[in-house]
């Protein structure tokens, strides 16, 4: 059963508006949440984190958005570059029941077009 | 410059042969994790060491086999026994594998059987 969700596999913007990426999860115990981004046949990147005591993280255009009561995150770009075109993966740190490690979600490709 | 790298790109071999993906990271990072991405998959882990001579199984761990005789390196053995080799295969490290720190991710390497 998939703990970290991504919902959207694709997603199309116009360069220069917001990109919005949403990642869904199942455990309440998740305490710590990344974005990466990853371009094809490279390894993802780190892009930006959010730790659950927050509900908001950013980072230049980069922001991520924590909904704790909803288990719902979203990683917004503003404005959305053709380089910004890529798979975006979110991943929730699994670190109960003496297990620790990321759950990754299946991805969003964003297509940003100029 | 530190980093994780993972040799070859690509990787061609025929079916029925074990082949051994090699990963090394002069990062210093204690933990060291196996992915394999598939279209709309997104990253499944297949092993995973917290610390050197220790590892675990992760979600896919059928037909694949690890070593981690060294803090610097963690070669991945896809054997015979693994009915969908054809992959892209992804290697990461943490710096400790309890705690939510990212990973670093290589390049990746693409394997073909056939």
């Known amino acids: 059963d998939q703990q970290v969700k991504q919902n959207s596999p694709s997603l199309s913007v116009q360069e220069g508006r917001i990109s919005i990426l949403n990642c869904d999860y199942t455990n309440s115990m998740f305490d710590y949440f990344l974005w990466y981004k990853k371009y094809p046949a490279e390894g993802p990147t780190f892009l930006i984190s959010?730790?659950?005591?927050?509900d908001k993280n950013e980072d230049g255009r980069f922001t991520v958005f924590l909904n704790k009561s909803a288990k719902h995150l979203s990683l917004h770009i503003v404005p959305s570059q053709p380089g910004d075109s890529a798979v975006y993966f979110c991943a929730a740190w699994e670190g109960t029941s003496g297990t620790y490690k990321y759950i990754f979600g299946t991805g969003t490709r964003l297509k940003v077009l100029a | 410059d530190g980093g994780i790298t993972q040799s070859p790109k690509y990787l061609f071999r025929k079916e029925g042969q074990n082949v051994t993906l090699s990963c090394e990271q002069n990062?210093?990072?204690?933990?060291m994790y196996w992915y394999r991405q598939d279209p709309g998959q997104g990253l499944r882990l297949i092993y995973y060491?917290?610390?050197?001579?220790?590892?675990q199984k992760g979600d896919i761990a059928e037909g694949y086999s690890v070593s981690r005789e060294k803090k610097e390196s963690f070669p991945l053995t896809v054997t015979s026994a693994q009915k969908n080799p054809t992959a892209f295969y992804l290697c990461?490290?943490?710096?400790?594998?309890?705690?939510?720190?990212?990973?670093?991710f290589g390049s990746g390497t693409r394997l073909t059987v056939v």
């Open positions: 959010i730790s659950s005591i927050k």
């Open positions: 990062l210093n990072h204690d933990a």
């Open positions: 990461a490290s943490s710096p400790s594998g309890t705690h939510p720190y990212g990973y670093t």
């Open positions: 060491s917290q610390i050197v001579n220790d590892f």
